[in-house]
């Protein structure tokens, strides 16, 4: 039983579409996240949402909207996408805000923009 | 200045060598510390903890510094399934809990 799903594992699409990537987590974990891991290895923190409520928003351009429909699931849509979004996009919950430092991740979603 | 820097490596080292990472964080606010590892193509995952005092699991240890905001990590007798990239980690509880990760040392170890 997966615990942190991830759907699709890969995309690949064209410069201006729109797409999706979904998350459901099984643990009953309050605190779930999005991190975008690029070329060069760096794991970033974009979003975090506590009990549907979001804790954590970076410098994220607004063309990625998160949206939480209740604590399993995490949804990223990415409006217009350019060709600097490609990357790993790692979906990933935690117990009471990651404060005792464990993060389960979901295997990955690679989006390729062509 | 990075939040967490570490040498992205590779390390390179035959299987039974001690090898160490180190990293350094620059939010001094930072409250607690941890070493994940990651996989090639794999989500990253939870290694070990870093306490104060150092802590060791199995043939793992961790140290911290917070008077020099430096971490590391000790790997004895290598195993080649140690091969993997290791991530330090830092969190920031001023932050909302915000997890910080360093970009990684990839370590090889060979036969």
């Known amino acids: 039983d997966t615990a942190v799903s991830q759907t699709p594992k890969y995309l690949v699409t064209q410069m201006g579409n729109d797409k999706s990537i979904k998350c459901e987590q099984n643990?009953?974990?309050?605190?779930m996240y999005w991190y975008k891991q690029d070329s060069k290895k760096f794991l970033k923190i974009m979003f975090s949402?506590?009990?549907?409520?979001?804790?954590i928003n970076e410098t994220v351009p607004n063309r990625f909207s998160p949206k939480s429909p209740d604590k399993a699931h995490l949804n990223l849509h990415i409006n217009s996408l350019e060709l600097g979004d490609s990357a790993v996009y790692f979906c990933?919950?935690?117990?009471?805000?990651?404060?005792?430092?464990?993060?389960?991740f979901g295997e990955g979603s690679r989006l390729t923009v062509l | 200045r990075k939040e967490v820097e570490q040498d992205p490596g590779p390390f390179n080292v035959p299987e039974g060598a001690t090898v160490a990472f180190n990293c350094t964080y620059s939010?001094?606010?930072?409250?607690?510390f941890f070493w994940y590892r990651q996989d090639c193509r794999k989500e990253p995952k939870l290694l070990m903890s870093?306490?104060?005092s150092g802590n060791e699991d199995g043939r793992f240890t961790a140290q911290l510094n917070r008077a020099s905001q430096y971490i590391s990590l000790l790997i004895r007798d290598s195993k080649l399934s140690d091969s993997a990239t290791y991530l330090c980690?830092?969190?920031?509880?001023?932050?909302?809990?915000?997890?910080?990760f360093g970009q990684g040392t990839e370590l090889s170890v060979k036969p």
């Open positions: 990933a919950s935690s117990q009471n805000r990651g404060l005792g430092g464990e993060l389960f």
């Open positions: 643990l009953g974990h309050d605190t």
């Open positions: 949402y506590n009990n549907k409520e979001l804790i």
């Open positions: 939010n001094s606010a930072s409250q607690s």
């Open positions: 870093v306490y104060s």
């Open positions: 980690v830092v969190n920031l509880y001023n932050q909302g809990g915000k997890l910080i």
